[in-house]
Every structure is written in structure tokens, then in C-alpha cells.
């Protein structure tokens, strides 16, 4: 399966810092997806990074790519209470179980 | 709102009934996807179609959940003789195969509870 899982499960953190969420997979890719859920809605794409870029920006995300270990990493700045959400990246048509981010006012 | 409807929102049903779920894409977009996702976990793929043709349906968790999109416009989503552990939402995308984005435009879910 091209599934990604997500690391950490859940991440809690006060509102201006950053936080980070971390996306393996198992299969060589020609691009990875990342994409928000707020609780109980449908998942609202974020950015793409084709496997030939190595980092990607858009906004206060940034993402990076190492195609070699297989990992993507999910970078929030500045994070506000409105990017509490669950956070999945994707690989072909597999989801990983997520990352819960909870950030406090 | 990213353009995909899903009808109904909530469905609650007895163990043993039926059950059918709509998704109505983006008008353009080729491809259409169901998901399953239960509680803390992520999309689970369950089957797409390009235009009318279904493409992959290996995915399907039975052979009491079937999908059709007749005219490659709307899609349904059927769950024959419902087990309490079908409860979980059912999600829908679209996306369209020109270019090369591979964006999925999710509509906001069907929840289904089956007692």
C-alpha cells in the first residue's frame, strides 16, 4: 500500500508557535498531498509536492520532501486557533490515520 | 464549500435495511472516489470512476456495497443489509484529469449510524 501515516498522532500547542507533522509512506511516489479536516467536514487540500521537488511553500506551510526516506514533514508557522484540525497526508489514493493539531488561544 | 455535494448529511438506520448515499461532483471533473472514514482515522479508499466507468471497485469492503455513476454525472453509493459496523462517514471527491493536479475536492461527508 502507498498509504502514509502520519507522526505524531496528536500534537497540542500554544497560538503563534509552529508545529510540525511528520508523513512516511511505503512505495516510491510521483507526489505526495496534504489536506485538512476540521472536525466533522470533508478534507480541504492543502498543497502538493511532486517527487522530483524537495520542498514546497505556500502561505504559512511549508513542506518538504526526501524521496530517499520515503518521508514528508508538514510545517505550520505562526499557527493560529483557526488551524486546529486534523492533518493527513496522501499518496496515490491512500490516506494516513492523521495528525490531531490542537492549537490553545 | 469546494463544489461536491453529498446527500444525505446524516443517515441514521436499523441493522438489516438498506441504504444509499449520493455525491454530486464538480460538473467537469472526470473522476469521481467514495471513502470510508471512521472515527480518528483517515480515508479510507473504497472505489472511483472515470466518467460512467468504475474502475476499481477491489476495494469495496463487500459485496453488499455497490456504486454506480449511470450517466457520469452523480454517483450513488448503495450499502445492502447494514451491520452497526458500517457506521462511519462516507465521503466523496472529484477531480478532474486535466493538467497534472492531482487536488481531490472533497464534499462534506454522509454519516451514516446504523442501531
Known amino acids: 500500500s502507498q498509504q502514509g501515516e502520519e507522526d505524531p498522532q496528536a500534537l497540542s500547542i500554544q497560538e503563534g508557535e509552529n508545529a510540525t507533522m511528520n508523513c512516511s509512506y511505503k512505495?516510491?511516489?510521483?507526489?505526495l498531498q496534504w489536506y485538512r479536516q476540521n472536525s466533522g467536514r470533508g478534507l480541504v487540500h492543502l498543497i502538493l509536492i511532486r517527487s522530483n521537488e524537495r520542498e514546497k511553500h505556500s502561505g504559512r506551510l511549508r513542506v518538504t520532501l526526501d524521496t530517499s526516506k520515503k518521508s514528508s514533514s508538514l510545517l505550520i508557522t505562526a499557527s493560529r486557533a483557526a488551524d486546529t484540525a486534523s492533518y493527513f497526508c496522501a499518496t496515490g489514493l491512500g490516506f494516513g490515520s492523521g495528525t490531531k493539531l490542537n492549537v490553545k488561544p | 464549500d469546494t463544489g461536491v455535494s453529498q446527500d444525505p448529511r446524516h443517515k441514521i438506520t436499523k441493522r438489516g435495511q438498506n441504504v444509499t448515499f449520493r455525491c454530486d461532483p464538480i460538473?467537469?471533473?472526470?473522476?469521481l472516489y467514495w471513502y470510508r472514514q471512521t472515527l480518528g482515522q483517515g480515508p479510507e479508499f473504497l472505489t472511483y470512476?472515470?466518467?460512467?466507468?468504475?474502475?476499481?471497485k477491489s476495494r469495496l469492503l463487500s459485496d453488499r456495497f455497490s456504486a454506480e455513476r449511470p450517466k457520469g454525472s452523480f454517483s450513488t453509493l448503495e450499502i445492502q443489509r447494514t451491520e452497526q459496523g458500517d457506521s462511519a462517514m462516507y465521503l466523496c471527491?472529484?477531480?478532474?484529469?486535466?493538467?497534472?493536479?492531482?487536488?481531490?475536492?472533497f464534499g462534506p461527508g454522509t454519516r451514516l449510524t446504523v442501531l
Open positions: 512505495t516510491s511516489i510521483n507526489n
Open positions: 470512476f472515470q466518467n460512467e466507468a468504475q474502475l476499481e
Open positions: 460538473s467537469e471533473h472526470n473522476r
Open positions: 471527491a472529484s477531480r478532474s484529469l486535466r493538467g497534472h493536479y492531482n487536488e481531490q475536492f
